[in-house]
């Protein structure tokens, strides 16, 4: 088996407080940069977990990322020729 492209996505995160923001960004091999945000808010109530508040906002935003992808390749597969 041969690998065919590599993508590498980056991933940033913020805390402000009981919130956090993720910024995804990929690069893909036809030169096209797709970038989402994710954010998660902590329950004033809860204990302060950093880990958890960058995993939700992290899935989040790469789900974005998905969402786009997929939009990306259906439009390229309705386009003629």
Do not use: C
Not at 12 to 38: K, N, P, S, W, Y
Not at 44 to 69: T, Y
Request: hydrophobic residues 40%.
């Amino acid at each position: 088996m041969r690998t065919l492209v590599g993508w590498h996505v980056e991933m940033e995160f913020e805390e402000d407080g009981d919130r956090t923001r993720a910024a995804a960004m990929v690069r893909l091999a036809d030169g096209t940069e797709l970038r989402a945000h994710g954010y998660s808010t902590r329950h004033h109530a809860d204990r302060p977990q950093l880990r958890v508040g960058e995993e939700v906002a992290g899935a989040r935003a790469l789900n974005d990322l998905a969402m786009q992808l997929l939009t990306k390749a259906h439009q390229e597969v309705r386009q003629p020729g």
